[in-house]
């Protein structure tokens, strides 16, 4: 069973608009949902982090929404960039520390065109 | 080193033979990660070593794969009898024992391993 789905597989969007990437999950035990960016040829890097006590974390142009009930979380880029075309993924897991634990999902390549 | 470095970036071997792919850990970073990104897929957990307690090896796929961890710091993850479906990118990460520096780990470049 997958237990974090993420959509859509790829993604392109216009410089300046909206990109949006969802995940869902099953364990309703999971406590902490990281996303992580990839450029081509280099590691995956922590980009922003929600815990289940608060439906919306935003850094800068990035947002994390969360819905518990729904059992789904989605990354918003505002303003989109070139400079933002790179793979995410999403993750979950129980107790940030137990990484090893932690599920990630298939991953999303976005295109920002300029 | 400044990150975790690994090694070698890129890997061309025959059916059959073994591999050793080596990951070489941010100073001081207790946890150490293996994870296999296959194309289009996500991150695949592989194994993690955490100081001297025993390794959670439940990720390995089969046992062709085993990792160690030598003196707390380098670590080597073995492929023995490669298969062309061990074709992948194989990442490795680690993470500060210090809980006050929060969760993140810190991924190599990796290590792009070809089956042929």
């Known amino acids: 069973q997958q237990q974090v789905k993420q959509s859509p597989q790829s993604l392109i969007v216009q410089k300046g608009g909206i990109s949006i990437i969802n995940c869902a999950y099953e364990?309703?035990?999971?406590?902490?949902f990281p996303w992580y960016q990839q450029f081509p040829g280099k590691g995956p890097a922590l980009l922003i982090a929600i815990r289940p006590d608060v439906s919306e974390k935003k850094e800068g142009r990035f947002t994390i929404s969360f819905n518990k009930s729904a059992k789904q979380f989605s990354l918003h880029i505002m303003d989109s960039q070139p400079g933002d075309s790179a793979t995410y993924f999403c993750a979950a897991g129980r107790d940030l520390y137990n990484f090893n634990k932690f599920y990630f999902g298939s991953g999303t390549k976005l295109n920002v065109k300029p | 080193g400044a990150g975790v470095s690994q090694s070698p970036s890129n890997k061309v071997t025959e059916k059959g033979k073994d591999v050793e792919l080596r990951c070489d850990p941010i100073?001081?970073?207790?946890?150490l990660y293996w994870y296999r990104q296959s194309l289009g897929q996500g991150l695949e957990f592989l194994i993690y070593f955490q100081g001297n307690s025993a390794p959670d090896k439940s990720g390995l796929p089969s046992d062709r794969f085993s990792a160690e961890r030598t003196g707390g710091s380098v670590s080597t993850l073995t492929i023995q009898r490669t298969q062309q479906e061990d074709s992948a990118v194989y990442l490795c990460?680690?993470?500060?024992?210090?809980?006050?520096?929060?969760?993140?780990?810190?991924f190599g470049e990796g290590s792009w391993l070809t089956v042929v």
């Open positions: 990460a680690s993470r500060s024992p210090d809980r006050s520096s929060g969760n993140t780990i810190y």
């Open positions: 100073s001081g970073h207790t946890a």
């Open positions: 364990n309703t035990a999971f406590d902490y």
